[in-house]
C-alpha cells in the first residue's frame, strides 16, 4: 500500500472541470528510423510491453472511506492498454494549425479517476511524422519526474534497451476498508504533534524573509502583480502553441554575460510577454511576475511521493524595454530570489500539504472559482514558467527519433498562461498552454521567443567588450 504525499493529493483536491491538473507534452517523431517501419498496432504493443512493470503507468487511485485521509495508489488489475492509447488523423491539410486545435482539445478534456491516470493519443497524418500527445495527472509526477519517466519509453539508439529498464514491482497486499479506515484515523491523531513541529521553523522563515525584504534581497512577493487579460476565472477550454530556438544561442548569451540558462529563459519570455501585450495595447507599466518551480528532489529528506518541488517567484522585467538591461535585471532578481529560496526547507511546501483536507479543500476550490475570486483581489502571480532540463542527444521513442519535445502543464484559476521550456538534443523547445478565452492567440505569443532571442543575442554581440554580470559567489541550486 502506497499513500500519496499531501502535495500528490492536493493535485487532485485542485482539480475542477474547468482547472485540470494534468501535465501534457508534444512529442514530435520521425517514423522513419524504425527498424520495421511505423504501424499503430506496433507501437500501441510495444507501449504496452514497457509500461507493465512501471507503477505509474499502472496504478490507480482508491479513496480513504469517509475521504477523512489522502487516496492510496493500488494495481490496476485490470489494467487495458487500449484505455490509454488512442489512435486519431489530422484533417486535411494536416498542417501545424490542425495539430495545435487537435491537441487543445484533448488538453481539455479530463483523466478518468477510475483508471491508472495517463493516456497518449498517436496522431497521424502531420506530414510523414507520426505525433504523441501524452497526458499524465500531476498527482503522478513532477516536470523532473515526468522527464524521468519518460526514459522507460526511450532508447538511445533504435532497436535498443529502454534507457532506464523497467523493476518489475508487486503491488502487495491491498488493505480492507476496515484497515484503510484505522490507518487514517491513526494519522489524522498524528497531525496536531507534526503541526507543532512545523510552527517553529515556519517562524524562523518568516522572520529571515522579513529580514531580506528590508535589505532588498528578498525575492518578489506574491500578489504584487499587474493584473492582465489571462488573470482572472479560467474555463476547460485550452490553448496551445510551439515553438523553437537554438540552445547554443542560448548558451552563447549565457557565456557572454555570465548568466545562466534559466536566466536567458526567463529573459526571452519576458521580452515576449512585452510585445504581445504591447502590440495589444494591454502592456501594464509594472513588470509581470512568474511563479518558477524549483525541483527539491535532491535535497528533500522525503522519501515517499511523486511530487519534490518548491517554487520562487521573479520579476520577467515586461517593463524594460532593451533586452540586455532587461537580462542584467533578471540576473539580479533570480539571484536574490534563488539565494532566498535555498534558505528556506525544501520539504517545507510538501510538509505543509499535509495538512490539506480533501473535502475542505475540494470545496474551497470551487467556490473560489463560482464566486470569480481571482478578478476580487490582487493577483497572486501572472502566470508559471518551467525550465525543465532534457536530453543533450537524440532519443529514440518506441525506436522513432524525437524530433520535437514540448511539455505543457496546468494552468490555474487567476494564471490562465503556463510557458514550459524544455532543451533537447541542440534545440530549446517551448510549449505554452493557456485558457482559450484569457489568452486566444497563443501562437502570437510563443512565435517571439526566437525574435526575443535573436535580439538579445545581437545586444550582446553588439558590444565591443561584452562584460560578464556578476554573480555571487554563493552556490545556488537553480542555475545551470
Same mark, same amino acid.
Given at each position: 500500500?502506497?499513500?500519496?504525499?499531501?502535495?500528490?493529493?492536493?493535485?487532485?483536491?485542485?482539480?475542477?472541470?474547468?482547472?485540470?491538473?494534468?501535465?501534457?507534452?508534444? @512529442?514530435?517523431?520521425?517514423?522513419?528510423?524504425?527498424?520495421?517501419?511505423?504501424?499503430?498496432?506496433?507501437?500501441?504493443?510495444?507501449?504496452?510491453?514497457?509500461?507493465?512493470?512501471?507503477?505509474?503507468? =499502472?496504478?490507480?487511485?482508491?479513496? +480513504?472511506?469517509?475521504?477523512?485521509?489522502?487516496?492510496?495508489?493500488?494495481?490496476?488489475?485490470?489494467?487495458?492498454?487500449? &484505455?490509454?492509447?488512442?489512435?486519431?488523423?489530422?484533417?486535411?491539410?494536416?498542417?501545424?494549425? $490542425?495539430? /495545435? $486545435?487537435?491537441?487543445?482539445?484533448?488538453?481539455?478534456?479530463?483523466?478518468?479517476?477510475?483508471?491508472?491516470?495517463?493516456?497518449?493519443?498517436?496522431?497521424?497524418?502531420?506530414?510523414?511524422?507520426? /505525433?504523441?500527445?501524452?497526458?499524465?495527472?500531476?498527482?503522478?509526477? *513532477?516536470?523532473?519526474?515526468?522527464?524521468?519517466? @519518460?526514459?522507460?519509453?526511450?532508447?538511445?539508439?533504435?532497436?535498443?534497451?529502454?534507457?532506464?529498464?523497467?523493476?518489475?514491482?508487486?503491488?502487495?497486499?491491498?488493505?480492507?476498508?476496515?484497515?484503510?479506515?484505522?490507518?487514517?484515523?491513526?494519522?489524522?491523531?498524528?497531525?496536531?504533534?507534526?503541526?507543532?513541529?512545523?510552527?517553529?521553523?515556519?517562524?524562523?522563515? +518568516?522572520?529571515?524573509?522579513?529580514?531580506?525584504?528590508?535589505?532588498?534581497?528578498?525575492?518578489?512577493?506574491?500578489?504584487?502583480?499587474?493584473?492582465?487579460?489571462?488573470?482572472? =476565472? @479560467?474555463?476547460? !477550454?485550452?490553448?496551445?502553441?510551439?515553438?523553437?530556438?537554438?540552445?547554443?544561442?542560448?548558451?552563447?548569451?549565457?557565456?557572454?554575460?555570465?548568466?545562466?540558462?534559466?536566466?536567458? /529563459?526567463?529573459?526571452? #519570455?519576458?521580452?515576449?510577454?512585452?510585445?504581445?501585450?504591447? $502590440?495589444?495595447?494591454?502592456?501594464?507599466?509594472?513588470?509581470?511576475? #512568474?511563479?518558477?518551480? +524549483?525541483?527539491? &528532489?535532491?535535497?528533500?529528506?522525503?522519501? *515517499?511521493?511523486?511530487?519534490?518541488?518548491?517554487?520562487?517567484?521573479?520579476?520577467?522585467?515586461?517593463? @524594460?524595454?532593451?533586452?540586455?538591461?532587461?537580462?542584467?535585471?533578471?540576473?539580479?532578481?533570480?539571484?536574490?530570489?534563488?539565494?532566498?529560496?535555498?534558505?528556506?526547507?525544501?520539504?517545507?511546501?510538501?510538509?505543509?500539504? $499535509?495538512?490539506?483536507?480533501?473535502?475542505?479543500?475540494?470545496?474551497?476550490?470551487?467556490?473560489?472559482?463560482? %464566486?470569480?475570486?481571482?478578478?476580487?483581489?490582487?493577483?497572486? !502571480?501572472?502566470?508559471?514558467?518551467?525550465?525543465?532540463?532534457?536530453?543533450?542527444?537524440?532519443?529514440?521513442?518506441?525506436?522513432?527519433?524525437?524530433?520535437?519535445?514540448?511539455?505543457?502543464?496546468?494552468?490555474? !484559476?487567476?494564471?490562465?498562461?503556463?510557458?514550459?521550456?524544455?532543451?533537447?538534443?541542440?534545440?530549446?523547445?517551448?510549449?505554452?498552454?493557456?485558457?482559450?478565452?484569457? %489568452?486566444? *492567440?497563443?501562437?502570437? %505569443? +510563443?512565435?517571439?521567443?526566437?525574435?526575443?532571442?535573436?535580439?538579445?543575442?545581437?545586444?550582446?554581440?553588439?558590444?565591443?567588450?561584452?562584460?560578464?554580470?556578476?554573480?555571487?559567489?554563493?552556490?545556488?541550486?537553480?542555475?545551470?
Amino acid at each position: 500500500m502506497e499513500r500519496l504525499s499531501g502535495l500528490d493529493a492536493s493535485f487532485l483536491y485542485l482539480e475542477t472541470p474547468a482547472q485540470l491538473m494534468h501535465v501534457c507534452g508534444v @512529442i514530435l517523431l520521425d517514423p522513419s528510423t524504425m527498424p520495421e517501419g511505423y504501424t499503430f498496432s506496433g507501437l500501441r504493443d510495444e507501449l504496452e510491453r514497457r509500461v507493465r512493470d512501471v507503477p505509474e503507468f =499502472t496504478r490507480k487511485l482508491r479513496k +480513504v472511506p469517509m475521504g477523512i485521509d489522502h487516496p492510496i495508489w493500488v494495481q490496476d488489475r485490470h489494467f487495458d492498454i487500449d &484505455r490509454h492509447v488512442h489512435r486519431l488523423a489530422l484533417p486535411s491539410p494536416g498542417g501545424y494549425e $490542425e495539430l /495545435v $486545435e487537435l491537441t487543445s482539445h484533448l488538453a481539455g478534456l479530463p483523466l478518468d479517476r477510475s483508471r491508472p491516470l495517463w493516456e497518449m493519443w498517436v496522431i497521424e497524418g502531420y506530414g510523414d511524422r507520426v /505525433v504523441v500527445f501524452s497526458k499524465m495527472h500531476h498527482a503522478t509526477v *513532477d516536470g523532473v519526474s515526468g522527464a524521468n519517466l @519518460i526514459s522507460h519509453l526511450c532508447s538511445l539508439e533504435p532497436g535498443a534497451d529502454p534507457i532506464v529498464p523497467p523493476d518489475p514491482q508487486r503491488s502487495g497486499r491491498e488493505p480492507g476498508q476496515g484497515e484503510l479506515f484505522g490507518r487514517a484515523v491513526a494519522d489524522l491523531m498524528r497531525r496536531p504533534l507534526n503541526a507543532v513541529r512545523l510552527v517553529t521553523p515556519s517562524v524562523q522563515m +518568516v522572520t529571515r524573509t522579513i529580514g531580506r525584504a528590508r535589505a532588498g534581497t528578498a525575492m518578489a512577493a506574491p500578489f504584487s502583480a499587474p493584473r492582465t487579460s489571462f488573470n482572472g =476565472t @479560467i474555463t476547460s !477550454h485550452r490553448s496551445i502553441a510551439l515553438a523553437d530556438m537554438d540552445l547554443e544561442d542560448v548558451r552563447h548569451v549565457k557565456n557572454a554575460t555570465g548568466t545562466t540558462v534559466n536566466d536567458v /529563459v526567463l529573459t526571452v #519570455a519576458g521580452g515576449a510577454l512585452r510585445a504581445y501585450l504591447e $502590440e495589444r495595447e494591454e502592456l501594464p507599466s509594472s513588470s509581470l511576475l #512568474a511563479t518558477v518551480p +524549483v525541483s527539491v &528532489r535532491e535535497k528533500s529528506q522525503r522519501s *515517499d511521493g511523486a511530487n519534490k518541488v518548491s517554487a520562487l517567484f521573479t520579476k520577467l522585467g515586461t517593463d @524594460i524595454a532593451d533586452p540586455l538591461q532587461r537580462l542584467h535585471e533578471m540576473a539580479e532578481h533570480t539571484r536574490h530570489a534563488k539565494e532566498h529560496h535555498a534558505a528556506i526547507s525544501a520539504d517545507s511546501l510538501q510538509d505543509w500539504a $499535509e495538512f490539506a483536507a480533501p473535502r475542505t479543500f475540494g470545496l474551497a476550490v470551487r467556490a473560489y472559482a463560482g %464566486l470569480r475570486l481571482p478578478e476580487r483581489h490582487p493577483v497572486v !502571480h501572472n502566470l508559471v514558467i518551467s525550465n525543465v532540463p532534457g536530453p543533450p542527444v537524440p532519443l529514440y521513442f518506441m525506436d522513432a527519433r524525437i524530433d520535437g519535445l514540448y511539455p505543457l502543464g496546468p494552468v490555474f !484559476h487567476g494564471a490562465g498562461l503556463n510557458i514550459t521550456v524544455m532543451s533537447n538534443n541542440g534545440r530549446v523547445n517551448v510549449g505554452v498552454i493557456a485558457c482559450r478565452e484569457s %489568452l486566444p *492567440d497563443a501562437h502570437g %505569443l +510563443v512565435s517571439r521567443f526566437p525574435a526575443e532571442l535573436a535580439a538579445l543575442k545581437a545586444a550582446v554581440s553588439g558590444q565591443e567588450e561584452p562584460t560578464p554580470i556578476k554573480r555571487s559567489r554563493r552556490k545556488t541550486s537553480a542555475a545551470r
